[in-house]
């Protein structure tokens, strides 16, 4: 492989103006620290689309909407019935999240099109810049919303799910932006075509290995309790001997215990798998020192890249569940609504092209899985072929510390600049 002579000065100052420029005008709309808060389907999600459309148009780029409210912009290629590559990812925040998560992918997307455009290169297919609404799960109890809208998978029902804090359903919530969910139930979607993601990697293997990027082969896909519920028995917490007790708390500690070693088995047989409680709340606040505890709320997070796995784990939840409350009379547990994500492999043809594109910048970007669920893996299961670049990241993720940058956003920017100039000259 040859490497590419190195971009003019120019273009990659169009590259990292650009990313800058986009970072510091959209998580200028938040709706207040710390950190950055912008929820699915709020004005200031609408305000951060309406910043990446002006910037689109400054590019002569041919904007549209569909009736989701997802935002695309058109590079037209030199020949319209190659398979388009789009590109983008999403600018809703978890409450309280970091600077990156979502906002970095459309960043990197728009500094494509702008080196495009610097460099004079008319690309083989078109290109499209996407922008999708309402990635982040945390406000709606339904996965990739936006990007499912789009590809015409998302159900009637899911219009019903309610935004965690105004209680109002999606449907009501796509109204209040201008958009029509039942136009989009109707709509029918764009022909499978290529999507590329860039995007932080919510983990610590890129930047424990000082690599600035890597590639994406398969990301995991979850199975959720959100609203899981322990009912035990009040007591005097001096009073009730430890005979008869019916704690909540203790047979929550023996679930979580027991699931810690079930996960253990699971990757000592060679499986994919990650085990989250989180949310804990011994009913507060009913709750009191005096207390023995009656009632715990909690949530429970399984991801895997097989589906499998994910149910041969919730197996192994359910058997436990059922010994704990064999062993402890008067403690029964209530698992609430399931929902899953299925995973996603990505596409090997995306990859190698992304990775012969690395190479002409002289990168060699190892592949990974992705941890966290994300908008290419909607694309990916409509059939799409699907790639993410994941960029290194710190401090974690989906928190005001997220760290990123933005000089190793660039870099993979002009991986993948290196790819579509070769397809444009081929
Ligand atoms: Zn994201």
């Not at 978890?94 to 990197?108: H, P, R």
């Not at 085990?275 to 715990?296: E, I, N, Q, Y």
């Amino acid at each position: 492989m040859t490497a590419l002579a190195p971009l003019s000065h120019p273009v990659a100052a169009t590259i990292r103006a650009t990313i800058q420029r986009v970072l510091t005008q959209v998580n200028a709309l938040s709706a207040g620290g710390p950190g950055w808060t912008r929820p699915s389907y709020s004005d200031l999600e609408s305000q951060a689309h309406a910043l990446i459309e002006a910037e689109a148009k400054a590019l002569d780029m041919q904007v549209w909407r569909d009736a989701a409210g997802n935002l695309f912009a058109r590079l037209p290629g030199q020949d319209p019935s190659r398979t388009p590559l789009y590109c983008g990812s999403h600018l809703d925040t978890v409450a309280e999240g970091g600077a990156y998560d979502g906002q970095a992918g459309v960043a990197g997307a728009l500094a494509l099109a702008a080196a495009l455009r610097a460099t004079g290169t008319t690309p083989a297919a078109d290109f499209i810049l996407t922008v999708t609404r309402a990635e982040e799960s945390v406000w709606f109890p339904v996965s990739y919303i936006g990007s499912r809208a789009a590809l015409g998978r998302l159900a009637p029902e899911d219009l019903t799910a309610r935004r965690v804090d105004t209680g109002r359903t999606l449907a009501d919530h796509m109204r209040d932006q201008g958009f029509d969910p039942e136009a989009m139930l109707r709509a029918t979607p764009p022909a499978p075509a290529r999507f590329l993601e860039f995007h932080i990697e919510q983990g610590p293997v890129l930047d424990r290995a000082a690599e600035p990027f890597a590639l994406v082969s398969a990301i995991r896909g979850g199975l959720r309790y959100r609203a899981a519920h322990i009912t035990g028995a009040w007591a005097h917490s001096g009073g009730a001997p430890r005979e008869g007790r019916a704690d909540a708390v203790v047979a929550f500690a023996d679930l979580v215990m027991a699931m810690d070693r079930v996960w253990e088995r699971f990757l000592a047989q060679g499986a994919d798998l990650t085990v989250t409680f989180g949310r804990v709340d011994a009913a507060s606040p009913a709750h009191a020192m005096a207390k023995v505890a009656g009632s715990l709320d909690f949530c429970l997070d399984l991801r895997s890249d097989d589906p499998a796995t994910l149910d041969a784990a919730d197996h192994a939840f359910r058997a436990e569940i059922a010994r704990i409350e064999a062993a402890r009379p008067g403690v029964t547990f209530d698992l609430g609504a399931q929902s899953r994500s299925a995973p996603a492999r990505l596409s090997d043809r995306m990859l190698d092209w992304v990775a012969g594109g690395a190479a002409r910048t002289g990168a060699t970007p190892r592949r990974m899985l992705s941890g966290g669920g994300h908008d290419a893996a909607a694309f990916a299961a409509a059939g799409w072929d699907s790639v993410m670049v994941f960029l290194r990241n710190w401090n974690g993720s989906h928190c005001p510390d997220e760290g990123m940058d933005p000089a190793d956003l660039a870099l993979a920017v002009e991986a993948v600049l290196a790819a579509l100039l070769d397809e444009a000259a081929a």
